[in-house]
């Protein structure tokens, strides 16, 4: 259960190159918050339950660091997503 109120939260499935990335530190910069960027591969395990330790804990310590855009790219490979216009 999440205890703590989401500000916001924006899903960009997009082809690499297309600027995600750049969106999201300029997005931090303007609103002068922390930037915390990771790839999908860093917060999965093939352990049962480690992705959710390491889940958890990024965003326990995002938390710590409020306020603080969260970007976790190359989500798209986790999920098998094929065909993305």
Do not use: C, Q, Y
Request: proline share 4%; net charge positive; aromatic share 10%.
């Amino acid at each position: 259960m999440i205890s703590n109120k989401i500000s916001g939260l924006s899903l960009h499935i997009r082809p690499t190159g297309t600027g995600k990335t750049l969106l999201a530190k300029a997005l931090a910069t303007e609103a002068s918050a922390n930037f915390i960027s990771m790839t999908g591969s860093t917060l999965t395990s093939k352990w049962f339950g480690d992705a959710e330790k390491l889940t958890k804990a990024l965003f326990s310590f995002a938390s710590k660091l409020a306020p603080v855009i969260v970007f976790v790219d190359e989500v798209i490979f986790n999920f098998h997503i094929e065909n993305i216009p």
